[in-house]
């Protein structure tokens, strides 16, 4: 019986104060019939043999030196992170509803939403939504709710930015009568397509998302964009790379008086791949908004003697309260890796994270003036770019990513999916982790399978 | 202090700080930043000091007693996590999943596969990231389903008024309009007010079994029945699934969808408010609309599937598969316990459930539904203490702190006064679970001679009770530096 | 400056308050001629790049299926071991010199004492020395020095010791003027040859050594040696591995009265490999010996008011105190190693341990009869054996290593250079860690070898 | 509570407990146990919550200012331990490191190189599991030298009476007479004194250069020629090289052995009493008789010299070949630091010796040393306090502690009545040190008005002063059931 701790002792004594004769008793009110028989599950492994199986598993995954990005990104981790996020009062504890039995979930909290708010130049951040895909999400029903102005419901939502977000929005919009206008992006620099957005200039518009840096990688005119969300009465959601806003422009700076609410996917900040999660989402906002913020948010106050100490708070936006007019479900959302990510800032500091930020920026440049270097590879677009960058071969994407692969090389990600327009386009991903090397090498085998193909 | 209060301009942790390389970036300058972000600069040692430190401010399962009714803060085993923080797992990029991760999708494959027979549900999908995003893809596939066949009159959810916050909030988010139902006296869900409520604009109704109130509905299948006849569907939140697993099955009961949390049932860490895992699972009327990814075997290798092979499909809920990490830690923890561990852990946490239940109306508790067995968690009511001696659940909630255990769940469910629900778990020891007795009988005794003690409470702890209202009144949500 | 946290403005106010212009001046003191140029060392990494290099070392590592012992076993540690001991309080936390401060660490060494002490059956146990080999040697010092009806110095080490235990107590005893004299084994059985024993009956021996279990894994008749060593008024040391105490008879009731000594190494309780470190050494004695203890010992007492607490003990034994005349020069042991083994043993348990050394056991039984089933593959020895054997086949030892190291095998441990007179013999080792499916793979193995060779 | 007071039988951490096998062992009844070891049983939560509340009692780098003098408590990198713990090191056995465990030796073979580069010595062997060892290696050394040349009357070994414990006790153990040398007004060793304790019976001299006395002794060149002239060999305790890592090196100094603690200058963690590892250095004369292993590079490929090889080398210390774990832990400490890193940790921890000297002077304080500037540790007697106020050393330690920092060392050195010797190291800032001089001077104020509060004290510590004398007169040392 893992992790059971009854003793036959202890059985007998608990049965016998109970008055029943086993364990069985106490189901007596479950009609017997619904009653399982014995489950088909395999065998219960000791820790000895779930270890040795995992580690085997692990084994079974092929490491590829990592050229990818797309929404994830392979920065590197301080070990303290992981070191004071694993241990066991963190780990362990449950979201801080006793505060005072609490304090140092509520004050990391505290301290992240802060770090947010600054890198945002936002006034407040929540506590973590689940992810980015789903940040966005909750950024377009925020907008919905926020934009007194705005009876259409109606969302802009350039192709620039990440088709998996985009789907995920339509999942979870798509049972409330919200309209997502898809903007085209300008084929040329890969960027939101200025004509496509006069297109809706005066009609009633909820909220336009603006993604920086865009899925292609590319900078956004993310000042014009604002303008024109503010000129227009729609509400500015800015979706934004966390790491990146060490080097740009905080959505809080944006345009005149900054975008309305900004979002994104935290895993940038301290968070492992992991195969795809558990990463987190953030959410920041005007102070003037909070009360529509979904998720959890933590505010500083005093005790009884006077003394500061966080709590939860505004609590009121929340199911528990509100129930079925909350302005969210969410719940459980990203504790563990908002602790992680407050932690990776700390160590890291605003200099830091401008330094990886600007290092990952450099080594994507080094990347593609070496890549652009090899006969028959173009970059793809023309707009300035950050730390991804599309390009293209006159071979098979796919096949040039499995060449990759066959080198030990995981070559990015390939985009005729879900942009068929773009041909054999590849979004390669350069981050600090990558050295001179390492990028040579890239080129090296693009050059050597463009040679033998 | 804040980590705020610990910077200094100029200082770093210089091993993590990469070189200045003195060329600026390929960028506008229209498009950088002006100002630097207030992050904090401290040291290595600064920051690992400072987090320790107040990590030691918590409480949690490893250092305390943590009887959280609804919440299962059971033991989170340490193997779970080295296990699944192997840097062969650790460092797959998602996008290389397939390529390279064909050891982590084994590991996905064979969850949904042993989710699929622990719930007795056709299909499952891991996607999801936590209960509530389970009970909103619940909620979307029963739409989707009625959409699918035309019956767009359904309008509804039928939501228990015991039920979890969360119940009602995904039904909204999922456009359904809310309509609660009655509990009636036992606890179990009032069947002519349900009779009542059902109709043609029922979509379904969400239930809890065992409740939130702590007891097994024994008409299940009646509910069942009266949902199906009205053309509804019963939509099961696993939150309690802890008091059943291993005995009774939610597809056998008659549910058509489930939502389980990972972080609860299979004790992957809370993590102080998450990450969880909100695994879905249905019967085989809802398979077409499960949200994607689902992981399927062909040969020997393990694919996801895409939108054109499920195309009713809800869609995506998460960028990527999930909640990975996590899916991982739950799939080692059930692999430990196989079929005998699961089935023990249901008749455990209702053994300590009602044992401790039955020492505590000993000790002169008054239990919410004295007719009842218990399931894996109970509801004690302090209204006499309330209306005897102005001490009230929350003071008294607090003083436990005071002793070294967490406090129970208070003030939920909302239908039971100044109540206490309380979730022993399996992984406890009698004697934790006598040493809470003792405690709770102490506190008793103080409430009924010194309630000031229980009203100024806690006593020991870094902070004493805390201005609730002030941090509601003037939000201060995020540090300026002057 | 990796690690070090001040800034600009801190070395300047630091040296104004001091009145120096530089650091430079605060090593005035330091004859000028002294001071070494820039040393010869490589460049700073970074985390980062070190993280890189430390893989890529640890990947240079190759994982073999391991059928050593020899003094290191791979035994399944739980995973709540080290997530636990390395927890900073543990990690870095300095000797507890000011116990009110380091109750942690000395509640968990008391622990380990009492743990210890019972497993051996002994009456104490100090808090750790630094391995088995060195254990050993403090034990002959102290068998030595507590010996008052000896004046010989004279030690009777078995050649069933593990070699290079006898290797370590040469150079820690050699300028002792102690003799170790020799005792053979019985080519037959593995054991000590009681005979060789016989022949220094009557003599003034200060100590005999009885290892348990011995060398080739063969279990030593410690009955009978321990009755010899009281018979002759030496002290009986007992040399043991730890794990296999949970089914084997402890020291404390060897013979009429127990041995008077037990040491050994500690790494099966929950130490990692680790190439051969750090383990930790441990001594337990009867009570009346326990002022020629070396090492710390940690005691029960009460503070002020009478609460129970635990600090530091008998430190009048140690160098801090008794400078040139203490019981041993050790000071920093092996603290951390023993909080792992403590946590260890509250994990398994008596029962646990027991089964642990059992499942050990039987896979050596099971593999060794699948090896002499092999045509021409002999066990070496008849003595009963616990967890290790001794095998030979025609081809040459180090062939065979090198054959099975190519199939992914750690084949065990050559004998030839210390025991010539064996021949082709090699020492494999079987833990609870192995499967069937192992232990039948290394006999096809071999038996492959063999029939190619 | 002892984790045995926990202990229930029959209880167990089942996820370790292997099946029962039901055969019994091929060992005769004679030979087996027929009690069982009374080990708790306990199951995994007891044991991880016992153990993780124990922990909490501590004090430690992560969480406290630990000043301790002679122990350089500085910041032990996190990723030191990460990369030290990855599986690839782990778990390689040490009888198969030359053929599997390359990597490891790669390692332990720069790390050689880059110790005998930082101290100036010709050659390392990183045998040594500690300090002690070390310094034990190199008396048996010195014996050895001195023996190969048929100098048998070489039987006495020079310790300065400042010396730490270890270095006459390892003096003794190698086989030496202990001769102690005085120090002088200054705190350098008293030349008079030494030239008139040399002589033909001289083996050589154990010094520490910063002494304990944290002073550099500025003669060190006429100690090494007096000594060297008698015939003796210099000997190098390198507890305290933090205070000149980069600057002097010790083979400059004219030093013939060293050893070093990585545990300390290398920050590798104390772990509440080990594990240390202990490398000793030599110039040419002491190279034949290095400690084995000592790792060679052939080629590409790394292995160890056999006793064959190295037939005068003083032989094996450990089982196998040292504390590996440590030595990979301080490997990467020192690539991390690189050359420009090393030269800092002299420089730093100086400047905060001296500046925190200063400091508490100015509070109020009184250096052992007033003309002397602090190496990385330096010392302040409070033998006014003692005579005027009856508070020693040890109230004021205790005292220290109720405000959340380490004690330094206390009545070490000997010498120096009611003695502090503070260490801060580099790893700590301006900040810390600023408010280790607070808290100082707020104690000394108390010692004046209030006395018993130091003498009672700690009082916010989980136990109060223990009785150190009950705790040796009636030795408690192992539990025993009842
Ligand atoms: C009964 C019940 N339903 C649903 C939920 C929501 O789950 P989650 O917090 O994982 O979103 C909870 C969790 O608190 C719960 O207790
Ligand atoms: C000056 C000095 N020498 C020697 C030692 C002994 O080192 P270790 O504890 O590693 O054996 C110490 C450590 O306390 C020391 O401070």
Known sequence: ?453 | MLIFDRSRRGRAAHAQLLPESGESPAIPDYLLRKTRPALPEVSELDAVRHYTRLSQQNYSIDTQFYPLGSCTMKYNPKVCHDLASLPGFLNTHPLGLERTGQGTLAGLYELQEMLAEITGMAGVSLACAAGAQGEFAGVAMIRAYHRLRDDLARTEMLVPDAAHGTNPASASMGGFRVREVATDADGNVDLTALELAVGPQTAGIMLTNPSTLGVFDQHIRAIADIVHRAGGLLYYDGANLNAIAGKVRPGDMGFDVIHLNLHKTFSTPHGGGGPGAGPVGVGDKLLPFLPLPVIVKDGSRYRMLTETERPHSIGHLVTFAGNVGVLLRAYVYIRMLGHEGLERVAEFSTLNANYLLKKLVEAGFEPAFPQRRAAHEFIITLKRLAKEHHVTALDFAKRLLDYGVHAPTVYFPLLIPECFLIEPTETESKEALDAFVRIMAEILKEAETDPDRLKSAPHSLPVRRLDEVRAARHPDLAYKSE
Chains 1, 3 share one sequence.
């Open chain 1, 1 to 453: 019986m893992p992790f059971i701790p009854h003793t036959e002792a202890d059985i007998r004594e608990m049965l016998a104060a109970l008055g029943v004769p086993s364990t069985e008793t106490l189901f007596d009110e479950i009609p017997a019939e619904l009653c399982c028989g014995a489950l088909d599950l395999p065998p219960a492994l000791k820790e000895m043999e779930v270890t040795r199986l995992m580690r085997a598993r692990a084994g079974q995954n092929r490491p590829l030196l990592c050229f990818a990005g797309a929404g994830a990104y392979e920065h590197h981790i301080p070990a303290a992170v992981w070191a004071v996020t694993s241990r066991g009062e963190y780990y362990s504890a449950y979201t801080p509803y006793q505060a005072e039995a609490s304090q140092g979930t509520l004050q990391v909290l505290y301290e992240y939403q802060s770090m947010m708010a600054s890198l945002t130049a936002m006034d407040v951040s929540n506590a973590s939504l689940y992810d980015g895909a789903t940040s966005l999400a909750e950024a377009v029903l925020m907008a919905v709710r926020t934009n007194r102005k705005s009876h259409s419901r109606r969302i802009l939502m350039p192709k620039t930015v990440h088709p998996f977000y985009r789907r995920v929005v339509r999942t979870i919009v798509g049972s409330q009568a919200l309209e997502l206008i898809e903007l085209p992006y300008d084929v040329e620099t890969g960027r939101v397509d200025p004509a496509s957005l006069e297109i809706h200039s005066g009609t009633d518009i909820a909220a336009l998302v603006i993604p920086q840096i865009n899925f292609f990688g590319v900078l956004e005119a993310v000042d014009e964009l604002t303008v024109w969300a503010a000129a227009n009465g729609a509400i500015a959601i800015a979706l934004v790379n966390p790491m990146a806003l060490a080097l740009l422009k905080p959505p809080g700076e944006w345009g005149q008086e900054g975008a309305d609410i900004a979002c994104g996917d935290g895993q940038p900040l301290g968070i492992p791949l992991s195969g795809g999660g558990p990463y987190f989402g953030f959410m920041c906002c005007r102070k003037a908004h909070v009360h529509q913020l979904p998720g959890r948010l933590v505010g500083r106050t005093v005790d009884m003697d006077g003394k500061p100490g966080f709590t939860l708070t505004l609590q009121a936006r929340e199911q528990h309260i509100r129930r079925g007019r909350a302005t969210s479900n969410i719940c459980t959302n990203q504790g563990l890796m908002v602790t992680a990510a407050t932690i990776y800032m700390a160590l890291l500091g605003p200099e830091g994270l401008r330094r990886v930020a600007l290092q990952s920026h450099q080594n994507t440049l080094s990347l593609m003036s070496s890549l652009t270097a090899v006969d028959s590879v173009e970059r793809v677009f023309s707009g300035p770019f950050f730390h991804e960058a599309v390009f293209r071969t006159r071979r098979p994407a796919r096949e040039i990513m499995d060449g990759l692969a066959e080198r030990g090389i995981l070559g990015g990600h390939e985009l005729a999916r879900d942009y068929p327009e773009l041909g054999e386009a590849i979004l390669v991903c350069v981050t600090e982790t990558r050295t001179q090397e390492d990028i040579e090498s890239y080129a090296r085998q693009i050059a050597s399978l463009l040679s033998h193909g």
